[in-house]
Every structure is written in structure tokens, then in C-alpha cells.
């Protein structure tokens, strides 16, 4: 589902954020990616969605070889892979729902069929009855759940998110992760960065941890 093997990231001239990162993910596993700010997480995160090219070695998605895949191959991969930064990218000109129906857009689906689809996203995060509001109006909790719902409306494959609990308190936090949790239950791989190991470590069933110049497979449990 997803592979490593012996991938390399740098920029530009510095030392090498990810050095020599072997790992294999099956499909619907829930895999926690953990480790201090700055060691690599979030490069690792972009370098599984085909946001950043790695520097050296080999990263294969569903089957496809993303380092070596071809600009017209990528909407492929973007369909098959959700993702949620930690910039939601919500654009504050349009309403919860408008970005929701965003990535539909490209799709082909007919209007009708696209706006069920959309408003089926954002009643599954919990935010039914809000599809009119301007995600300005919204929670910071509720903010990340329509980003979620944003991700999810392609109905990917594999969903990956950075740091999605983070400046959620515990509650809303839990909310959150219980909503990654049902997708994961219907066969979603799910992979999540965070640095709040004790939380997320009741939802996950392996742990890959990345620090400075070392990364650790901690397997499951």
C-alpha cells in the first residue's frame, strides 16, 4: 500500500531532514507518526501525498511509483490520498459547504450527485446544519472537521493528516480522532503526525517515530 525504501529529503544544500527511511504500511492500518517539532514529520506526510519529490530513493502508493510519476499521473494520487495540513486551506470567501465541494470539481460527478456527496462529508464530521456558514463563523474544532470532511468527499484510500488535534482541547480533540477512527474501521488507511503520543495511542495500532537523524519503527501494540 504504501513503501519506502532508503528515501532521502534535503533542501537545497542543508543536511538531510529524512535520511535512509525504510518502512512498509498495509492497506487499512492506522499508523501514528510520531517525534519532536522539526525532525521530519510533516516532510514525510508531503512526501507520501506527492506534495514534495524525495531526494533520493523509492516511494510507492497503491502500486504506483509516486517518485517516479508523471505530472499527468497526479490527480490520480490526489484522488487516492486525502490530505489535511496543518494550514487547513479553507478559503473564507466561500461557504463550509462551497469548500467542501472543491475537490469534487474535478472529478466529473454531475452537480446533483457532487452536492449529496458534499453534504454527506460534512454531516459524517458532524457538522450537518452548518453548510451555509462561512468557516470564519466556525470553531477551531469545527474548522479542522471541515477540512476533514474537504478531504474525505473524493473518498480516498488512504487519509493522512499533521498534527489535526493540535490547539484542540481534549474533548474536541477526541472528536476529531473518533471521526478518523470510523473511517479507518471501513478499511481507510490512516496516518497521523502528532507529537500528543498518549492520546493517540488509544486509536492507532503502530507507531513510527521520527527524531533528529534517526527514525523507529515501534511496530504495533
Known amino acids: 500500500m504504501i513503501e519506502f525504501q532508503h528515501v532521502f529529503k534535503s533542501y537545497g544544500q542543508s543536511a538531510n531532514i529524512l535520511a535512509d527511511i525504510n518502512f512498509k504500511i498495509n492497506s487499512g492500518e492506522f499508523v501514528f507518526i510520531s517525534g519532536p517539532s522539526g525532525a521530519g514529520k510533516s516532510t514525510l506526510l508531503k512526501l507520501i501525498g506527492g506534495l514534495e519529490p524525495p531526494s533520493r530513493g523509492s516511494i510507492t502508493v497503491k502500486g504506483e511509483r509516486i517518485d517516479k510519476m508523471t505530472s499527468r499521473a497526479s490527480p490520480y494520487l490526489r484522488r487516492a490520498v486525502g490530505i489535511i495540513l496543518q494550514d487547513t486551506h479553507l478559503l473564507y470567501d466561500r461557504s463550509a ?13 454531475s452537480s446533483d450527485k457532487a ?21 470564519i463563523a466556525l ?70 517515530l521520527i527524531e533528529p537523524g534517526r527514525f523507529t519503527d515501534l511496530g504495533h501494540h
Request: glycine content about 6%.
Open 139 to 208: 470553531s477551531g474544532g469545527e474548522q479542522q472537521r471541515l477540512a476533514i470532511a474537504r478531504a474525505i468527499v473524493n473518498r480516498p484510500s488512504i487519509l493522512i493528516a499533521d498534527e489535526p488535534t493540535a490547539n484542540l482541547d481534549q474533548e474536541n480533540a477526541r472528536l476529531i480522532l473518533d471521526v478518523f477512527r470510523d473511517f479507518n474501521r471501513v478499511g481507510v488507511t490512516t496516518l497521523i503526525a502528532s507529537h500528543d503520543r498518549p492520546l493517540l495511542q488509544s486509536y492507532s495500532n503502530r507507531t513510527l
Open 97 to 109: 459547504f462551497e469548500n467542501v465541494m472543491l475537490p469534487l470539481a474535478v472529478v466529473g460527478l
Open 115 to 135: 452536492a449529496a456527496r458534499a453534504r454527506a462529508a460534512i454531516v459524517k464530521v458532524g457538522l450537518g446544519g452548518k453548510e451555509k456558514l462561512n468557516p
